[in-house]
């Protein structure tokens, strides 16, 4: 009840509200005492709406997450109970179920979003009441909060600064064209690709977008047609998907010719356009499910035993993965479960994920990652075709130029 | 002219979609906001179809019609009926059923609930195989086009030129316009009114569900892939002219047409501003429509 | 045609097309003030077609509608009742789900614009004009009921009751003894006779026995142009309203 | 007389129930109800413009959206490293870009206003109310009516969410603005979780109702439901119809921009998410459930509607049939209940007057 009273600046001037501080606890709906030796921890993934499709997914592996930590004999020798809830795709409600999570049930940790407008409704709930949430999607950046954990979640410069040179080198690609979808993350990457373009002297010829889960692509493929572009570079996210490539195949491209490389689209959206038509086509993400480590293959395995035989993995549901168990690490490390704790001691931790070595960063709390490139085939997965040797430091604002030597996101928080 | 060509298909999805709705409106004066929803239906019908009957996608049309005129008829039959004369009842309770066919999908009408999934539903993106011969696209006057939008306006001008033929040259299409027209005094003339009224209903319905055959050949299939459709499709309605069919098609054209090459200027977001600034601008000028049929 | 000394009504080449086909034609219509004037014809001669234009419902295709000396074509139905005229509906138009006190509330309150009306409250009871009224038209009963409880012929009442309390100059009556018994035709009759003088007042009446009983001068509409103008004897051996009806026979049932 | 009565007490009651509720809430809890509260407030306005004039707005999301928007702009200013310029425009505008208000990004001399707190607060109710009048004027000069206002203002709502998504570098495009200073006025801070804003948003939907009752007992509610019954006839008695329903959907709107306001202060974020079109038919149906021509019912339903969903939504076995409920909540209503709750209570008090009546006449 401590944080409950802070604030209440306003109660004091009047007496008859007052008396209501002073009302028996029990009174009080919803306070309920956790048996001590659980953890309750917030899973918080849309299991309805609009990106229930790639949500489902993330919230069954969190719960596997969790299961085998627990297994494993739980976070400081206690139990982590999972509370569930469905934000429904709506921000609206992702920022009520975060309120309820932080406040009524007092989680410690919220494993979840997955749009990072669902973040920024989540985010003022959990930095005024002192929360922590573990986000888990690759996202444009462009924040450095200190009461979440960026875990697993690549940054622009992790999925650009890999495949613009590689199409430059291995095609022989120079002009690009970039869409995407209508929001903060597209145009992010499209700022971050510019300046890697200008680096390596590739010119942009274009760069569009469409609100998300526009299906009507006609106009823009056949912009791109005629803009003289010879790749492709995709930010398109969800739904929208599906039709880009649909529409690409039926103006008769070919992804030999022109290749395309995407940031979003993952197994689940290649398995609902059909294989036959991304084949050829690449993605940029540190994780895919052909990832050749032994801990990706227990990970695709004991996923398939939850999930069904003809389930995939991608990369938003490792890097929920990722986050439960670095979370699980640092609290085990700090000796406590207290967001700050688990903020002041996650800095420098390692993980051994399925994509390989993970490390926090200590200044902006973002991962190191792997980039990799994979080229898709025709039965949905996609062939590694590059992968760097080593993580790369995250770099959160590089859309705004941020670099190694001169970062804006820092322990301070960030400096424009 | 490849914009020209574009702005024909955007064109022959929504004057598809349009056309239910204009025999539904036209007829009882009812806007049916779950009309999207008989598009999500004929896009399943095709998923399942070609999954687990392994139908082609052609075979697919007649069937979703069926189906989705079905389902119209039971809407009609249950809810619709007991609203004519309350129209904006008839909106939020057909917005209930959109709601409700919408879930049922994503759990699998209810089998979910006792574990057992059937392939091709759920809250998953579906995929429909898509004959090979239609994913090619081939030269005309210059322009490329792509089968599968030269198919998509086959099929529309076809249904377009069926459903004229069954408005204004068939026994139905006469009780039909006779009951759009004067409801009381069709009914006073012997017309079971009641039997038009659904009919028309499942019509629309299967119109739309064909629609939706056509749409998952090319867009996404979801559940809640229908929404976006129904206010488009009425606003082609409106502004071509309510109860009037080549208003319907022409204002499906000039709409296309119009977001088309907004769309290619600008882009899609200004597309759909001015779309929408057209439908404004033509009730403003001629609130009955592009085509009025004048009536004391 | 008709030429009133001191016309409150005018109209001049009235006229009005349907897809170009005319339903009212060249309608010269002088209306005296005071006076109480029927407008007889066949089905589909354009009567109420003409009370539509009068009233704004209708735009003439050609043609002036001139009350007293204030051109009132195309002003809007509103601005037309406004200026002082009145229409009763053939079916009665009442608002059904308010009582009958609240109807009358609605057409006495002479303050229409919106401005004058937010802060304005209400009385629960009815002020004198609203309850002669009601007493002239026979509610005072009713006042309280629901107008959907109301039965046909008090519903034409109500709506009259409506007309009246607006203050019009000109009332406008399209076939006020629809649908009532031979008693309430009587006593709308009646109404309709003790109007005349306080008021002017046009009919489209069917019933020529009706009309016979109201009436002074008749104007006969043919194929949307007027026929014939003249007095109930006048206009039943009239040699060109014979020829259209096929005899008076067959106009005094029209 | 007795309606009266009941009707008053139930006012009181649901008032004194609502003043004494964060005695027994924690701070989760206070919050939670305040948002209801705020959708109570955008229930009462679907309800005076759907239940009182007939006008169905399917957009009323956009002028809620507003209202929060503007609000937020004055909030997101109000933090110190917002200034001089918004992070949300540091990030998106040309590298050499001056960095100061008036031209950052194109348009941002728009939010220049906004550094002040009372230009946000007004703006959130008098934008809304100048947007539908633009739109209302169209709309009813041309006598559009019934359900082609509803589809134009839905339209038109989903114009209006897609054009700030598209202007990220004004709006912040979908992601919305979310990193807010609590509202302050004159040193008094309204905290989301505390009583303060709890009894803010409480007091503004008692003077809300209050006024939009007192307007609409009066003159103007019985020219309204007048128009609502039959609109030609209002005509011919000689009121301008158009004018009548344009300041009702005006009215309507600023109450939604109000509410939108308050649910910047309540829920720390405004998002394009708030303009869709699920969220407005929402409104409509927390009215009807509650009832469309009671402005008490539908500010009761709006809150009966959301506190049954989120329990359903809660619970595993009922959060994937909850939509399927609420689907069936919008078909039960209109075909069973088209007044709603408020409708049976008025036809049970009713029931009983007519009895009381009858004995009377029974016993004189």
């Not at chain 2, 239609?134 to 529309?156: E, K």
């Not at chain 4, 004039?53 to 809620?64: E, R």
């Not at chain 4, 649910?263 to 869709?276: D, G, H, N, R």
Request: charged share 15%; with cysteine; glycine share 8%.
């Amino acid at each position: 009840m401590k944080l409950l009273q802070s604030r209440r600046t306003f109660i004091k001037a009047t007496g008859f509200a007052a008396a209501g501080l002073a009302a028996p606890e029990i009174l009080r709906l919803g306070d309920r005492a956790w048996a001590a030796e659980e953890i309750p921890v917030g899973i918080m993934y849309s299991l309805t709406g609009t990106t229930a499709i790639v949500e489902k997914s993330m919230n069954q592996c969190a719960q596997m997450a969790i299961a085998e930590i627990n297994a494993k004999g739980g976070v400081l020798g206690k139990q982590l109970k999972a509370i569930i809830e469905d934000p429904a795709s709506e921000p609206r409600i992702y920022s009520e179920k975060a309120r309820k999570l932080v406040i009524e049930d007092q989680v410690p940790v919220i494993f979840g979003c997955y749009t990072t407008a669902s973040r920024k409704a989540v985010l003022p709930v959990v930095e005024r009441r002192k929360g922590l949430l573990v986000w888990p999607t690759w996202y444009e950046g462009e924040e450095c909060s200190k009461n979440v954990l960026y875990a697993g979640s690549a940054v622009p410069n992790q999925q650009l600064e890999n495949s613009l040179p590689w199409l430059k080198k291995n095609l022989g690609k120079n002009k690009l064209f970039i869409v995407g979808s209508d929001y903060a993350f597209p145009r992010g990457m499209a700022k971050t690709s510019k300046t890697i373009c200008q680096k390596i002297g590739m010119e942009v010829v274009g760069d569009e977008y469409l609100p998300l889960g526009h299906t009507e692509w006609a106009s823009l493929v056949s912009k791109i047609g005629s803009s003289g572009a010879d790749v492709i570079f995709s930010n398109v996210v969800g739904d929208s998907i599906v039709a880009f490539y649909r529409e690409l195949r039926n103006q008769g491209y070919d992804f030999d010719k022109l290749p395309l490389c995407a940031s979003t689209t993952t197994e689940v959206e290649i398995k609902a356009m059909g294989g036959e038509y991304a084949q050829g086509s690449y993605v940029s993400l540190p994780y895919f499910q052909t990832v050749d480590t032994p801990q990706n293959k227990t990970f695709v395995e004991a996923f398939k035993a939850v999930a069904g035989t003809d389930a995939v993995t991608h990369a938003a549901m490792e890097a929920v993965y990722i986050g439960i168990n670095m979370w699980a690490m640092a609290a085990a490390k700090a000796g406590d479960v207290a967001p700050e704790a688990v903020i002041a001691n996650a800095g420098g931790l390692s993980f051994d994920a399925p994509q390989g070595k993970v490390t926090i960063d200590p200044e902006n709390l973002h991962s190191y990652l792997t980039p990799r490139i994979g080229k898709s085939r025709s039965d949905g997965l996609l062939d590694i075709v590059d992968q760097y040797s080593e993580p790369l430091l995250p770099l959160p604002y590089s859309s705004v130029g941020e670099t190694a030597e001169k970062r804006i996101c820092t322990t301070q928080g960030a400096s424009l | 002219m490849e914009t020209f060509v574009i702005g024909l298909s955007i064109a022959s999805i929504l004057f598809m979609v349009a056309l239910g709705l204009a025999i539904i409106y036209g007829t009882m004066k009812v806007i049916n906001l779950a009309h999207g929803e008989m598009v999500m239906i004929g896009a399943y019908v095709t998923v399942l179809a070609t999954k687990h009957l392994g139908f082609s996608l052609y075979w697919c049309l007649p069937l979703a019609f069926l189906i989705t005129a079905a389902f119209g008829l039971v809407i009609e039959r249950t809810v619709v009926r007991r609203l004519y004369g309350r129209l904006l009842d008839t909106l939020l309770a057909t917005w209930g059923i959109a709601l409700i066919l919408q879930q049922l999908i994503r759990i699998h009408f209810g089998l979910a609930l006792f574990g057992i999934q059937i392939e091709g539903l759920g809250s998953d993106l579906q995929n429909v195989p898509v004959p090979i011969e239609l994913q090619q696209s081939f030269r005309f006057l210059g322009a490329n086009i792509p089968a599968y939008r030269a198919f998509v306006f086959t099929i529309a001008v076809l249904l377009g030129a069926v459903t004229w033929w069954l408005v204004y040259r068939t026994r139905f299409g006469n009780q039909l316009r006779a009951v759009s027209v004067a409801r009381n005094m069709a009914a006073a003339c012997g017309i079971n009114d009641q039997r038009v009224n659904a009919l028309a209903f499942a019509y629309g319905s299967g119109l739309a569900g064909a629609a939706g055959v056509l749409v998952s050949g090319f867009k996404t299939v979801s559940p809640d892939m229908g929404t976006p459709y129904v206010v488009d499709a009425f606003l082609v309605v409106v502004a071509g002219g309510v109860g009037n069919l080549i208003g319907t098609f022409v204002s499906a054209g000039i709409l296309g047409e119009v977001q088309s090459f907004v769309a290619t200027w600008l882009n899609d977001v200004y597309g759909r501003t001015v779309l929408f600034a057209v439908v404004i601008l033509i009730l403003l000028f001629r609130p009955q429509g592009l085509f009025v049929i004048k009536s004391r | 045609m008709s030429a009133a000394a001191n016309p409150i009504l005018r109209t001049r080449g009235l006229t009005v097309r349907f897809d170009s086909i005319p339903v009212v034609r060249d309608v010269d219509l002088s209306i005296a003030d005071g006076e109480l004037r029927v407008i007889i014809g066949a089905n589909g001669a354009g009567k109420s077609t003409l009370l539509d234009l009068l009233c704004g419902r209708v735009l003439p295709s050609d043609g002036e509608i001139w009350l007293r000396d204030r051109n009132i074509t195309g002003i809007g139905e509103a601005a037309i009742a406004r200026s002082g005229i009145g229409r009763k509906f053939q079916t009665p138009s009442v608002f059904k789900e308010m009582t009958v006190l609240e109807n009358l509330q609605v057409a006495s309150n002479r303050q229409v614009r919106v401005f004058e009306n937010i802060f304005a409250r209400l009385s629960g009871k009815p002020s004198e004009k609203e309850e002669a009224v009601a007493a002239r038209t026979g509610l005072l009963g009713v006042m309280r009921h629901r107008a959907s409880e109301l039965s046909h012929g008090q519903l034409q009442w109500l709506e009259l009751a409506m007309v009246l309390s607006q203050d019009p100059q000109i009332i406008l009556l399209d076939e006020p003894a629809a649908g009532m018994t031979a008693d309430e035709t009587d006593k709308t009759a009646e109404l309709l006779l003790d109007l005349a003088g306080s008021h002017t007042v046009l009919v489209i009446e069917h019933d020529m026995a009706f009309v016979r009983t109201i009436c002074r001068t008749i104007t006969v509409l043919h194929q949307g142009a007027i026929l014939a103008e003249g007095t109930a004897q006048e206009i039943e051996h009239h040699p060109a309203v014979i020829e259209a009806y096929l005899g008076s026979a067959t106009l005094s049932h029209a | 007389m007795k309606y009266r009565i009941v009707s008053a007490a139930a006012y009181i009651a649901f008032f004194a129930l609502i003043f004494l509720l964060p005695l027994f809430l924690n701070g989760f809890w206070v919050n939670r109800v305040a948002i209801y509260l705020v959708y109570s407030i955008c229930a009462v306005a679907i309800s005076m413009s759907w239940g009182y004039a007939g006008v169905l707005n399917l957009g009323q999301g956009l002028f809620f959206g507003i209202g929060a928007y503007m609000l937020a702009m004055s909030l997101t200013l109000a933090l110190p490293e917002n200034n001089p310029v918004p992070e949300l425009m540091l990030l998106n505008m040309e590298p050499d870009a001056v960095r100061d208000l008036c031209c950052v990004t194109p348009g941002s001399f728009l939010w220049i206003p906004f550094r002040s707190l009372a230009v946000g607060m007004i703006a959130a109710i008098v934008v809304p109310i100048v947007l539908a009048a633009a739109l209302g004027f169209v709309m009813f000069k041309r006598r559009t009516a019934g359900v082609y206002v509803s589809i134009i203002t839905l339209a038109f709502a989903l114009i209006g969410q897609l054009l700030i998504i598209n202007n990220q570098p004004l709006t912040g495009g979908f992601n919305g603005l979310a990193n807010l200073a609590l509202l302050d006025i004159a040193g008094l801070e309204f905290d989301p979780y505390g009583p303060s804003v709890y009894y803010l948003v409480a007091v503004t939907l008692l003077v809300v109702i209050l006024i939009a009752r007192y307007l609409l007992s009066g003159r103007i509610g019985q020219i309204l439901k007048a128009i609502r019954e039959d609109e030609a006839r209002a005509r011919y008695l000689g009121y301008d119809v158009e004018n009548y329903k344009l300041f009702i959907f005006c009215l309507s709107a600023g109450v939604a921009g109000l509410a939108g306001m308050l649910f910047t202060v309540t829920a720390e974020f405004a998002s394009p998410s708030l303009m869709a079109t699920s969220f407005s038919i929402s409104m409509v149906i927390w009215a009807a459930t509650g009832g469309r021509a009671s402005l008490l019912g539908a500010a009761i339903g709006a809150l009966i509607v959301n506190f049954v969903g989120s329990l359903a939504s809660e619970s595993a076995a009922f959060q994937p049939v909850w939509p399927i409920i609420l689907g069936g909540l919008f078909i039960f209503v209109v075909l069973v209940m088209p007044n709603g709750l408020a409708g049976i209570c008025k036809g049970l008090i009713e029931r009983w007057r007519k009895r009381d009546a009858a004995r009377e006449e029974a016993y004189p």
